[in-house]
């Protein structure tokens, strides 16, 4: 269990590396060499995926299921960023999300499938087994893991950026983004090659039906079943270094969950001529809406913990006593980086919300040491945050105090029995001639 002091009462020393000396690193372990290696990575696996895929839905296929099947991404990036605005990770997290599932989930998922599936005909002698067999049974097993191969390396080698449910959902749905995006390539690319050997056109042909069963019905269907491995390495992440059993089958739930309801989703077809549907219905509809409202949850509780973990910072006076209150709602971090961006441009509104983002990692940092589930990092670690707040004080302060004051809910006041001329208070907004940010 993690010691520490009730309130951090020395500030780091200005200028130089706040934990102390790096020890020197080896050539291969040096950021850029991984950094390197890893897009080199992801740059060969896109190359072999998109070769396979314009093999086989051709030229003209492929480049028409890659404008429709482009359309959804925009707004599911944009739906996990909306989650994770209390704490946003770096973009480089969610850039290697989605190039993983696009690139490395997606060519091992269609080379496993293809070989494994082949393999099963073969094996059997009945070829169509074997497809409700690989879609069924194969293919979950080999998605679900590919993808949630991305999560756990995230886990492991960004572990700063992974401190609950809302990372591992926000992970987890980009990568699955990425995937269903080469997948929804491949297949609306396949469908335009059948309707141009049938020459079917308009609502009958089997690309209308593909766009609408895939992209309009249900563009939610891969990032939900991998939300599920996210939540659970999100619980793992929560949970004290010492429960090494719960951090394990915790994720190892999750990903079994993700396969069930994949396979599920891949054998409604099976049921009959309204499988799908009902499917649809009485499940995934369901299991949206209940994930959707779990995440949501975790977001007001995790303002909720900021609300609650930060006076501590106000009393030692790293903080103003305003800015737990502001801190811990979202509207008024936006009108303080509003404020900011008013008086002094961009770059006050981005250290306003380097600040806010920063406040609410120190946030995380004490609960979890608090309930003894922090690493032995944590002094280290708080004393960076710290110094980082410090750093950008003079900025962001007068744009959160004034966010505080315009958020504050109002308090009633009784009016003297004598006649008042004039008005009294705070009004809202400052002079427009005043500006909090020039020197």
Same mark, same amino acid.
């Given at each position: 269990m993690a010691t520490h002091p009730p309130y951090p009462t020395h500030p780091p020393q200005p200028g130089g590396p706040v934990g102390g000396a790096l020890r020197h690193a080896h050539w291969w372990q040096r950021t850029w060499v991984l950094y390197g290696a !890893?897009? $080199?990575?992801l740059a060969l696996s896109g190359l072999v995926i998109l070769a396979l895929v314009r093999e086989q839905t051709g030229?003209?296929?492929f480049l028409v299921g890659l404008g429709l099947a482009v359309l959804p991404v925009p707004l599911l990036i944009a739906a996990? #960023?909306?989650?994770d605005r209390v704490a946003p990770g770096p973009w480089r997290n969610l850039l290697f999300a989605f190039a993983w599932g696009a690139c490395a989930a997606a060519l091992i998922a269609i080379v496993a499938n293809s070989f494994a599936t082949k393999w099963i005909a073969t094996a059997t002698a009945d070829p169509s087994s074997a497809d409700t067999l690989g879609a069924t049974v194969i293919a979950p097993v080999v998605e679900e893991s590919a993808k949630a191969a991305a999560v756990l390396l995230v886990f492991l080698f960004r572990r700063r950026d992974f401190t609950g449910i809302v990372d591992g959902v926000v992970i987890a749905g980009v990568t699955a983004t990425g995937f269903a995006f080469t997948e929804n390539i491949l297949y609306l690319g $396949? %469908?335009? +090659?059948?309707? *141009?050997l049938t020459g079917e056109r308009g609502i009958a042909s089997v690309t209308a039906a593909t766009f609408f069963v895939r992209i309009v019905m249900s563009p939610f269907a891969h990032p939900l079943f991998t939300v599920l491995t996210g939540i659970g390495f999100g619980v793992a992440a929560i949970s004290a270094e010492h429960q090494h059993l719960r951090r394990a089958l915790v994720p190892l739930s999750g990903l079994l969950l993700a396969m069930g309801m994949h396979a599920i989703w891949n054998g409604s077809s099976t049921f009959g001529e309204y499988g799908f549907f009902a499917v649809y219905a009485a499940f995934m509809v369901p299991a949206f809406g209940l994930l959707t409202w779990l995440v949501i949850w975790t977001r007001q509780r995790e303002l909720r913990t900021v609300r609650e973990e930060l006076p501590a910072y106000a009393v030692a006076g790293w903080l103003t006593p305003a800015e737990p209150y502001a801190l811990g709602s979202m509207r008024a971090r936006r009108l303080a980086r509003d404020y900011a961006? =008013?008086?002094? +441009?961009?770059?006050?509104?981005? *250290?306003?919300a380097q600040y806010e983002a920063y406040a609410t990692c120190l946030a995380f940092l004490r609960h979890r040491g608090r309930r003894g589930r922090a690493g032995a990092d944590f002094v280290v670690r708080e004393r960076e945050l710290l110094y980082e707040l410090w750093?950008?004080?003079?900025?962001? #302060?007068? %744009? !959160?105090? =004034? %966010? %505080?004051?315009a958020t504050a809910p109002p308090v009633p006041v009784l009016m003297p029995p004598w006649p008042v001329y004039g008005a009294y208070g705070y009004q809202g907004m400052p002079d427009p001639a005043y500006n909090p940010y020039q020197t």
């Open positions: !890893l897009s $080199t990575l030229t003209e296929g996990f #960023r909306w989650l $396949t %469908a335009f +090659g059948t309707d *141009q961006a =008013h008086y002094g +441009g961009r770059p006050a509104a981005r *250290q306003v750093r950008r004080r003079d900025v962001a #302060r007068p %744009a !959160l105090d =004034h %966010a %505080a004051r």
